[in-house]
């Protein structure tokens, strides 16, 4: 227990890495965004905040607040996986726009929706399955607690890619619309794996199966292109997804 009780303060950086990777992309145009990308938004916050004031309570003596504040939580967490999988139909729609009208969309082309589609189904299954297991091993709380930490790695991704492609664009806005839109992925991951191994070796959990299924799902978040690219996921995911 004694070594997760500054867990709390360290949880509040990938919350400011979140915040301000997300932050031009819903507050720039706010008024446009869709009520279920509100929803999302503020459950995914929330969800954030949870992760940052349920160690401390846990660590400082208020067992029945943490206790209180957990189902709460896992009410949460239900809302963070169903409005990601209700907003999933808006990347194939924008598939399909890109494809009828590419001036509009720049370097986004419709394989990269695909490919968000993809990416996207693995983190709502691997933060939906890491919250079940944090539910499994509630009475074990180091071992439930690393679980729902590796939330924030799993599903971390959007926000902050969002981010370095806004700033990516901005540098290149000459060169607009030939502009290579993987980079700032790319980097994005490196800067998620950092922390997720930096957190992971800070407080001894570097075998945790937690670690291991937040570092396979951000190693296959850079497969997005080849994903978005084949036709059998296009296929498929036309299929499934519909509006």
């Not at 937040?214 to 978040?221: K, Y």
Request: glycine share 8%.
């Amino acid at each position: 227990m004694n070594k997760y009780k500054d867990l709390y303060k360290w949880m509040i950086i990938p919350m400011v890495v979140m915040q301000l990777g997300i932050f031009m992309d819903y507050w720039g145009d706010f008024s446009e965004n869709a009520w279920s990308v509100h929803i999302h938004y503020w459950t995914g916050t929330i969800w954030y905040i949870y992760l940052i004031i349920q160690p401390y309570f846990v660590t400082h003596g208020q067992i029945e607040r943490h206790r209180t504040n957990g189902i709460i939580g896992m009410f949460l967490a239900g809302g963070v996986c169903l409005t990601a999988l209700s907003m999933m139909h808006r990347d194939i729609k924008s598939a399909e726009d890109s494809l009828a009208d590419p001036a509009r969309f720049g370097p986004f082309q419709p394989w990269f929706f695909f490919g968000i589609a993809t990416v996207e189904v693995v983190m709502i299954a691997a933060f939906g399955f890491a919250v079940i297991k944090s539910i499994i091993h509630r009475k074990d709380i180091e071992n439930h607690s690393w679980w729902l930490i590796s939330t924030v790695f799993i599903i971390m991704m959007p926000a902050l890619g969002r981010g370095l492609g806004f700033v990516s664009f901005v540098l290149q806005s000459d060169r607009m619309p030939n502009v290579n839109i993987m980079p700032p992925l790319y980097i994005s991951e490196l800067v998620i794996i950092g922390m997720l191994l930096l957190g992971a070796w800070k407080f001894k959990t570097l075998r945790h199966p937690a670690t291991y299924l937040a570092l396979g799902v951000n190693l296959f978040n850079c497969l997005l292109e080849p994903l978005g690219r084949s036709e059998s996921v296009q296929l498929a995911l036309r299929a499934l997804i519909k509006g």
